[in-house]
């Protein structure tokens, strides 16, 4: 294993320490993309002993713009404790750009603030700083690596980008990192503790749970720490005995709560190694000290998925012009302390849903938004009824259903998880809802600019794409080769319905892709689709467009798509369309009878 030398390098964020060779960490037959120098600036200190003391940052960008003194602050108290380095979780600037003049200057604005810092700084990329594939080279010709690893004084520091997908999902780039992640872990294996950085949680995140496993293996039994950023809060969990940090946000954005068990308050995490034992706290700017696990991430998972059950029983859909849904809130209390929850269904104006019984729930007039409160003992549970009367033309567009949870006087806003769960009011119960296990996917197709201001309204104004056809809308065809070249190609989901573009081509703007699979129905049956994607999505039932059910972006981000289905086979292809940054699709299938099932061609095509 390579110990990083000590001498000294100019002082500035453009001029870094040239370290070594990474590449001799990567297979031979796997093209390598890693430069030679990590994102660095300064040098270690000389030391006589193993124990040490580093400091985790947090975020800065992606809200909080404003805060530059508490980041001041922040870094005022981290120069007081003099320890020997400090590393960030990435979201260093707001990124998103193309050119290179607004790169420069949001760096030169981090730059600023961050050369106060007393001790060397090593960077892990987050996706606001490699946002695209610009800015992913922007990265490299200015920092190095964007993924590497280095030991300190018998700990190795592994530190991977989960960004690095943007290229070509999980093809040569990808598992180039992860070869050169089971290299250095395996070079690495009698050093005394291992700590694994990455931007987002790779652990608790359904794009990355396959890469999160394989880490897993190759770390056996030695003893980690796993520490990653993105999602503001903190939140702390146990893999066995090791820690598994979601590092709260070091002036970013984030609604600021003084219960502390919901991780909404700003801070860095100092970590003292020493005779071979970790020892973390978290720290706010202004120098009051917290242990590590004063925000466990079962706090957060309550607040976020077991003080509200949303759930429905079955819409009653014989009139033809209207639909009759009946969802409903289960609200419990699985605290030890009195609760209120605030529920929230937002714009039922602008999605033309109405409450069947408007008393149940106080209506908002101006923002056509309907609130309710209630109370709840530790233990208890009530059922809100949320029913309502919809066009059967408006169906398609469901209000959103929110919450807030009041804890100890305080109240915590749910956060809405686009990738996993349907945060809108729901049209069936949710035992029904199935997910295709694998689809066909095509490669990617360039539809250029896109008008957003046109959608919804005029998707003929806003792109050519989205009203003429590219050929796949028919859905998959074995060995078929379209105008520009694209193909298909086996494809998983993940999570809920989840088919992470970014996985699976890489982050591509201004495209669109198709992933096709076949629904078998033992009759002709009615049922809907739930379908979100970032950013559009059109779905074509058996070669047609279903004009009801297209997800983009109206009143409410989530669509139920009227599904005709034909007895027998069904085909379904759905064109996700990408703006710019991240690109992924969710959809599931309404089973109500009980009776429908999944095939993507792959195992038909096996057997013959």
């Known amino acids: 294993m390579f110990i990083i030398p000590r001498f000294r390098v100019f002082f500035g964020f453009s001029s870094f320490l040239l370290f070594f060779c990474l590449a001799a960490a990567i297979c031979a037959d796997v093209p390598v993309f890693v430069p030679e120098k990590i994102p660095m600036e300064g040098v270690f200190p000389e030391g006589q002993n193993d124990d040490f003391q580093f400091v985790i940052l947090g975020d800065k960008s992606s809200g909080g713009e404003d805060l530059w003194p508490l980041f001041d602050q922040a870094v005022d108290s981290i120069n007081l404790l003099s320890p020997d380095f400090v590393i960030t979780t990435g979201d260093h600037i707001p990124g998103h750009m193309e050119e290179r003049r607004q790169w420069d200057l949001e760096w030169a604005e981090y730059r600023e603030h961050a050369r106060r810092l007393q001790c060397p700084l090593i960077m892990t990329p987050g996706n606001h700083d490699i946002s695209n594939t610009q800015c992913h080279q922007f990265w490299m010709d200015d920092f190095g690596a ?24 999980r093809g040569p780039r990808w598992e180039a990192m992860m070869q050169f992640a089971e290299k250095a872990l395996e070079d690495a294996k009698d050093c005394q503790h291992t700590f694994l950085f990455f931007h987002k949680p790779m652990w608790d995140d359904p794009r990355f749970l396959r ?60 970590v003292t190694v020493r005779s071979g034992k970790v020892h973390v706290s978290v720290m706010e700017p202004n120098g009051i000290i917290h242990p590590v696990d004063i925000a466990p991430s079962s706090f957060r998972k309550k607040i976020n998925r077991e003080v509200v059950l949303p759930d429905a029983d079955f819409p009653d859909c014989s009139d033809p012009e209207f639909v009759e849904t009946k969802p409903f809130a289960l609200v419990k209390n699985p605290f030890e302390k009195p609760i209120a929850v605030r529920l929230n269904v937002t714009s039922l104006q602008a999605c033309r849903w109405e409450l069947k019984d408007p008393s149940a729930l106080d209506i908002n007039v101006k923002s056509g938004d309907a609130q309710t409160e209630v109370s709840l003992l530790p233990g208890e549970e009530k059922r809100i009824s949320l029913a309502c009367r919809v066009p059967a033309e408006r169906i398609g567009t469901p209000p959103l259903l929110e919450w807030e949870v009041q804890y100890e006087g305080q109240w915590l806003k749910k956060e809405i998880m686009y990738m996993e769960e349907e945060a809108a009011l729901p049209l069936y119960p949710a035992h029904c809802w199935k997910m295709a296990p694998a689809w066909q996917q095509t490669d990617p197709f360039i539809i250029g600019d896109i008008n957003t201001a046109a959608l919804p309204r005029d998707p003929e104004k806003a792109n050519l794409w989205f ?62 689709g739930f379908m979100y994607a970032d950013n559009y999505a059109q779905l074509y039932l058996n070669g047609s467009l279903v004009e009801e059910g297209q997800a983009l972006r109206g009143p409410s981000p989530f669509v139920y798509v009227p599904l005709h289905l034909n007895a027998g086979w069904n085909v379904l292809s759905i064109k996700t ?20 099932c999944f095939d993507s061609w792959q195992e038909s095509e096996r057997s013959s």
Not at 238 to 251: E, P
């Open 146 to 169: 964007t993924y590497f690893q280095f030991t300190y004084k018998k700990c190795l520091f592994l530190v991977l980008n989960t960004e690095e997908e943007r290229f070509d999902g």
């Open 211 to 270: 890469d999160w496993g394989q880490l897993l293996q190759w770390l056996g039994e030695r003893p980690f720490t796993a520490v990653a950023g993105h999602e503001h809060y903190l939140s702390v969990s146990r893999q066995g005995s090791n820690l598994l940090i979601v590092m709260n946000a070091t002036a970013a954005g984030v609604h600021e709560s003084e219960v502390l068990p919901f991780g909404g308050f700003h801070a860095f995490a100092p």
């Open 577 to 596: 369309v990408n703006n710019r940054g991240d690109w992924f699709l969710r959809f599931l299938v309404a089973d109500a009878q009980n009776n429908l």
């Open 467 to 528: 009203v003429n056809e590219l050929g796949p809308e028919k859905g998959y065809e074995k060995g078929v080769r379209y105008d520009g070249g694209q193909q298909w190609h086996p494809a998983e989901s993940c999570a809920r319905g989840l088919v992470n573009l970014n996985g699976l081509l890489g982050t591509l703007d201004l495209a669109a892709t198709f992933s096709s699979c076949r629904v078998f129905s033992p009759e002709a049956q009615n049922t809907h």
